[in-house]
């Protein structure tokens, strides 16, 4: 089973609306952590924004929030006020338990119209 | 620039040859991370260091790859025999145990080298 499902081959957004990317994950560890990289063009992952299984409240780094919801093992990323430079692919990651290693999903290319 | 650094960015090889990449992970972290990343998937985690400590191997990392970080400083990856299966981008991540944003798990990656087999 895949452990982490990326839905969103594709998405078309216009500039300054809000976008949000689904992520959903399989896990039975207790322990884990979520992540959001941003791939540009030029190929260098660009870390986002990260989730940990027990904090309470929804992680926010400007203008990327985390939307989690445990109980439906989600953890979709909401990017408010879209912009150019927004376009990229986007890699919904997890860790579990004590492993260090992180586990990508299969991405979601995210174009911003002008 | 104190990021992660990788070298060469591209390389093109043929199917046979032996190539070596190199990871300068940034100074103070002591995790350093191999991933490959095949077109139109996400990166697949190949192993990791701490240290000079080679931790963990993925299934991936066949007896044709090898790697290496002899002082914990910076690594390489050895790829014998290349097939053209092996055309990938190698990242590299460095991270370190206790801070950033997502607390010791953090990894900050590297440009990448995009490997072409002929």
């Known amino acids: 089973a895949q452990k982490i499902t990326q839905t969103q081959p594709g998405m078309f957004v216009q500039e300054k609306e809000a976008v949000t990317l689904d992520c959903t994950y399989d896990?039975?560890?207790?322990?884990?952590?979520l992540f959001w990289y941003k791939q540009p063009s030029s190929g260098e992952m660009i870390f986002l924004i990260y989730?940990?299984?027990?904090?309470?409240q929804n992680a926010t780094e400007g203008r990327y929030s985390l939307n989690f919801q445990k109980a439906r093992k989600s953890a979709n990323l909401v990017i408010s006020a879209s912009q150019l430079g927004d376009s990229a692919m986007y890699f919904c990651?997890?860790?579990?338990?004590?492993?260090?290693?992180?586990?990508f999903g299969k991405g979601t290319r995210l174009h911003i119209l002008p | 620039d104190t990021g992660v650094s990788q070298d060469p960015r591209h390389k093109i090889t043929k199917r046979g040859q032996n190539v070596t990449f190199r990871c300068d992970p940034i100074?103070?972290?002591?995790?350093l991370y191999w991933y490959r990343q095949t077109l139109g998937q996400g990166p697949e985690f190949l192993t990791y260091f701490q240290n000079e400590a080679q931790l963990e191997k993925s299934r991936l990392l066949s007896d044709r790859f090898s790697a290496e970080r002899p002082k914990g400083s910076f690594s390489t990856l050895e790829i014998q025999r290349t097939e053209q299966g092996d055309s990938a981008m190698y990242l590299c991540?460095?991270?370190?145990?206790?801070?950033?944003?997502?607390?010791?798990?953090?990894?900050?990656f590297g440009p990448g080298t995009r490997l072409t087999v002929t």
């Open positions: 989730q940990g299984s027990y904090d309470e």
């Open positions: 990651a997890m860790r579990e338990g004590a492993d260090d290693k992180i586990i």
């Open positions: 100074s103070e972290h002591n995790r």
């Open positions: 991540a460095s991270g370190f145990l206790g801070g950033g944003l997502a607390g010791p798990y953090e990894q900050y």
């Open positions: 896990t039975s560890d207790q322990s884990y952590g």
